[in-house]
C-alpha cells in the first residue's frame, strides 16, 4: 500500500492553524490600525480644544480689567499676560510664555517641563504673531520639538496704548504622541501574545477536529488485503462523525465484498476437487478396449459433471447474495405463489402433500427467489422423510399484519437439538445417526438463508427428531399500495381452490409455531406460522415420483 510521503506537503492541521494565525492576526491588525488614527485625531483635537479654552480664559481675564492675584486694574498688556501665566497650569507636555514687541519674553516662575522660552527657533517663530488683531492656532516644527502654538495678543483687550505682549501655550506633539505610541506597543506586545494563545489553543482545538481524520487515515494503513476488520471509532454527531461513519459503511461493503469473493475462492477450490479427483482417477484406470468399462466409466463422469454444474450454480448464487439486484421485489400475489409452488412440488416424491394454510395477500417480494426457497425446502423434505409420509406448505400473516410467514413441513427424520444451529451454513449438512451420509454439498439451505436475507427477513427450523421439521421464511409484509389487506380467504368458508383437492386432514398435527418458540433456530431469531383467519387448507395427494432437484428451480 502506498503511503503518503512525510513532509511533502503542510498537513491540514498546520494549513488550518495557519489560517486561524493569519485572520487573528489580520484582524488584531486592522482593530490596532484603526485606534491608532481615530484616537490619533482624537489627541491633537484634545489639544486644540485645550488651547482654546487657555485663550477664552485670557479673554475673560483681561475683559475683567482688574489682575485676579492682586485686585488692582491692568495697567498694561504686560500685567494681563503676566496674570495669565500666573493662573495658568501647564499640562504635561504644555508650556507657558509671554511675549513682547521689542523686549524679553515673560516666563513662567512656576515648575514647568516644557520650556518654551529655551527654544530660540520657537521664539523666532511666533513673535511677529504678537502684533496681530487675532488669536493664531498653529503647528511648529522645529529642531527641538514639533509643537502645537496659540498665540494670543492683549493688546487688542486692554484699554492702555501701551506697548503690545501675546500670551503663548504650546504643546509638544511629538512628546504627546510618543506617550500614545507608548500604548499602542503595548498593545502590539499583548497582541502577539493573544496570536501565540491563539496558535497554542488552535493546534490542540485543530487535532481534536482532525482527529476521526487522522484516525481514517491509520486505520486505512492497516487495512491490508486481508484485514478488513478494522474501523473508525465514532463519536459525537457532527460533520466528522458523519464521514466516519460512510467510512465504516463502505469498509463494511468493502469486507462483505471481499469476504464473499474469498469464500467462493475457498468454496469452488473444497468443492470441485473432489469430483475432478474422482474423475481424472477413473479415466487413468480405464480400459480404453472395454465397452463395459468406458460406458460406466462415462456414465461416471456425467454424472460428477451434472453435480458439478450444480455446484457451481449454487455457488453462483451464493456470491451474488450480497449484491443490490440479489433480490428483485415486485407486487406478488403470495396465495398464487404458493399454488404455484404446490403444483411443481408433487413431481418431486410419493409423499402426501398439503396446504396447511393460505394467506391471499399481494406484497411486495421476489416470486422467483421466494418459488426457489420453497423448492428447495420441498426438495429437503423428500429427502428426509419417507414415502407416504406428509409434506405441507403454508403461509399466514402475523396478528399485527407487519410479517408474513411461509413455512414448510415435514414428517421426516428431524434435526437434532444440537445440528439445528448450523444446518443454514454452508457446506453444513444434518447427520442422523445408522443412517447414510446424504447427498448434496450441503449449499441448499445457506441459499434460502441468503434469500431470505434479502428479503430483509429470517428463516428458522423447529424441528423434533424422529417427528419432522418445519422450516419457516419469517419476511417483513410491505403491502402493495391500493391492495386490500383483508383479502385472506376464511378457513371457515372455502372457496374455489387453484388445484383440485382432497379433503381429507393431515397425517400429522401443523406443529405450533409461536413467536421466539423455544426450541427454534433460525440465521437470526425468529417466529413460526399461526394458523387462523385469514388462511384455507388444502391436501393433494402426489402420485408421481422424481428425484431430488438441486434446489435452484424458478418460474
Not at 393460505?358 to 414415502?387: C, E, G, H, Y
Not at 368458508?493 to 381429507?504: I, L, N
Amino acid at each position: 500500500m502506498r503511503r503518503r510521503t512525510r513532509g511533502a506537503g503542510l498537513t491540514v492541521r498546520t494549513r488550518m492553524l495557519a489560517a486561524f494565525l493569519g485572520l487573528s492576526a489580520l484582524a488584531l491588525l486592522l482593530a490596532g490600525g484603526a485606534a491608532w488614527f481615530l484616537q490619533r485625531g482624537q489627541l491633537d483635537a484634545r489639544i486644540d480644544e485645550s488651547l482654546t479654552r487657555s485663550a477664552n480664559e485670557l479673554r475673560r481675564v483681561a475683559g475683567s480689567g482688574v489682575n485676579p492675584v492682586t485686585g488692582e486694574p491692568f495697567r498694561s498688556a504686560d500685567d494681563v499676560v503676566v496674570a495669565s501665566i500666573q493662573l495658568t497650569v501647564p499640562a504635561h507636555n504644555e508650556g507657558v510664555l509671554g511675549l513682547r514687541e521689542g523686549r524679553a519674553p515673560l516666563v513662567s516662575q512656576q515648575d514647568v517641563r516644557l520650556r518654551l522660552e529655551e527654544d530660540a527657533e520657537l521664539v523666532a517663530a511666533l513673535s511677529p504673531l504678537v502684533t496681530g488683531d487675532h488669536v493664531v492656532l498653529r503647528s511648529v516644527r522645529t529642531a527641538t520639538a514639533d509643537y502645537r502654538a496659540l498665540v494670543a495678543p492683549v493688546r487688542a483687550t486692554v484699554a492702555d496704548a501701551g506697548s503690545p505682549a501675546a500670551l503663548v501655550l504650546a504643546y509638544d506633539r511629538s512628546a504627546e504622541h510618543a506617550e500614545f505610541a507608548q500604548v499602542f506597543r503595548t498593545y502590539a506586545v499583548v497582541a502577539l501574545g493573544a496570536l501565540v494563545l491563539i496558535g497554542v489553543v488552535g493546534w490542540v482545538v485543530a487535532g481534536r477536529l482532525l482527529l476521526p481524520i487522522r484516525t481514517l487515515s491509520r486505520t486505512a494503513q492497516r487495512i491490508g488485503e486481508t484485514d478488513l476488520s478494522a474501523r473508525i471509532p465514532v463519536t459525537g454527531n457532527d460533520d466528522l462523525s458523519d464521514l466516519s461513519r460512510t467510512v465504516n459503511g463502505m469498509l463494511d461493503r468493502l469486507e462483505g465484498a471481499f469476504d464473499s469473493q474469498r469464500r467462493l475462492i475457498d468454496d469452488v477450490g473444497h468443492e470441485l476437487r473432489t469430483p475432478l479427483t474422482v474423475v481424472r482417477g477413473h479415466l487413468e484406470l480405464m480400459d480404453p478396449h472395454d465397452p463395459t468399462d468406458t460406458t460406466e466409466t462415462r456414465d461416471l463422469a456425467l454424472d460428477e459433471l451434472d453435480r458439478m454444474n450444480r455446484l457451481v450454480d449454487d455457488l453462483v448464487t451464493l456470491a451474488t447474495a450480497g449484491r443490490p439486484d440479489f433480490v428483485r421485489p415486485l407486487d406478488t400475489d403470495l396465495g398464487r405463489l404458493l399454488d404455484d409452488v404446490h403444483d411443481k412440488v408433487r413431481t418431486l416424491g410419493d409423499r402426501r402433500w398439503l396446504v396447511d394454510a393460505r394467506a391471499d395477500v399481494v406484497v411486495r417480494a421476489d416470486a422467483q427467489r421466494l418459488t426457489q426457497a420453497l423448492l428447495q425446502l420441498a426438495a429437503n423434505a423428500v429427502k428426509f422423510s419417507a414415502p407416504g409420509s406428509a409434506v405441507a406448505l403454508g403461509s399466514a400473516v402475523s396478528d399485527d399484519g407487519a410479517r408474513v410467514r411461509v413455512w414448510v413441513r415435514d414428517e421426516g427424520v428431524g434435526i437434532a437439538p444440537e445440528q439445528q444451529d448450523r444446518v443454514f451454513e454452508r457446506f453444513a449438512q444434518a447427520t442422523t445417526p445408522g443412517a447414510a451420509h446424504p447427498e448434496g454439498a450441503g449449499l441448499g439451505l445457506a441459499i434460502v438463508a441468503a434469500i431470505a436475507d434479502g428479503h430483509g427477513g429470517r428463516v428458522h427450523v423447529d424441528s423434533t427428531p424422529g417427528v419432522g421439521s418445519t422450516f419457516t421464511l419469517d419476511l417483513p409484509l410491505v403491502p402493495v399500495p391500493g391492495a386490500d389487506p383483508t383479502t385472506a380467504v376464511d378457513a371457515a368458508t372455502p372457496s374455489g381452490a387453484t388445484a383440485p383437492t382432497a379433503p381429507t386432514a393431515p397425517s400429522a398435527a401443523t406443529p405450533e409455531l409461536p413467536p421466539d418458540a423455544p426450541g427454534a433456530h433460525s440465521t437470526s431469531a425468529g417466529a413460526g406460522p399461526e394458523n387462523g383467519d385469514g388462511a384455507r387448507t388444502r391436501t393433494e395427494t402426489g402420485t408421481e415420483t422424481g428425484t431430488d432437484p438441486d434446489g435452484r428451480t424458478t418460474r
